[in-house]
T-cell receptor
Framework: AQRVTQPEKLLSVFKGAPVELKCNYS??????LFWYVQYSRQRLQLLLR??SRESIKGFTADLNKGETSFHLKKPFAQEEDSAMYYC????????????FGKGTLLTVNP | NAGVTQTPKFQVLKTGQSMTLQCAQD?????MSWYRQDPGMGLRLIHY???????DQGEVPNGYNVSRSTTEDFPLRLLSAAPSQTSVYFC????????????FGSGTRLTVV
């Protein structure tokens, strides 16, 4: 079965510090991975897709197939980055079922 | 474009009552899904659809029913509400294709008493 693990429920950093949100996955096929973000009282938004290798709001994520990881990183955290972050795996092939991790609540302190 | 619209935003039900959560999207997306979000559990897939007339079960389908008669609409029916169904429900849609992300609705907060 496909599984997404986010080992940290809570992560607290100071403004300007680097931040890394961990995501590990279990999947027998070729993974398609995403990061979603949910700011307070807002809907979930797509942040990153591994296929596009893009940087959004200063965040990047690299797929490491050897370590089955897709960690989200930002070199200098900002207070507005405080949010719930979810890692997600497309586990249904062409049927496109997203399996989510349990999320990490990031708090960036001033 | 309105995106993904969910109604109602809030609902309180008594145990045993039935109701339908509405979801509509105006982006002509083929894929639609329903998730429930619970503290410490993340988002869990209830049902999903890859096109009109096609639905399938997700991780936690018991107690819920769906249908997809049009591309735009994907209602979620609670057959007989139970307190365990107290949750925040999110509808999402996506274009067909392996790497498009989902667009989410704003959610329905349901309380079953």
């Amino acid at each position: 079965a496909q599984r997404v693990t986010q080992p940290e429920k809570l992560l607290s950093v100071f403004k300007g510090a680097p931040v890394e949100l961990k995501c590990n996955y279990s999947y027998s096929g070729s993974p398609e991975l995403f990061w979603y973000v949910q700011y307070s009282r807002q809907r979930l938004q797509l942040l990153l897709r591994h296929i596009s290798r893009e940087s959004i709001k200063g965040f990047t994520a690299d797929l490491n197939k050897g370590e089955t990881s897709f960690h989200l990183k930002k070199p200098f955290a900002q207070e507005e980055d405080s949010a719930m972050y979810y890692c997600a795996l497309n586990s249904g092939g062409s049927n496109y079922k997203l399996t989510f991790g349990k999320g990490t609540l990031l708090t960036v302190n001033p | 474009n309105a995106g993904v619209t969910q109604t109602p935003k809030f609902q309180v039900l008594k145990t045993g009552q039935s109701m339908t959560l509405q979801c509509a999207q105006d982006m002509n997306h083929e894929y639609m899904s329903w998730y429930r979000q619970d503290p410490g559990m993340g988002l869990r897939l209830i049902h999903y659809s890859v096109g009109a007339g096609i639905t399938d079960q997700g991780e936690v389908p018991n107690g819920y029913n769906v249908s997809r008669s049009t591309t735009e609409d994907f209602p979620l029916r609670l057959l007989s509400a139970a307190p365990s169904q107290t949750s925040v429900y999110f509808c999402a849609s996506s274009r067909a294709g392996l790497n498009y992300g989902y667009t989410f609705g704003s959610g329905t907060r349901l309380t079953v008493v």
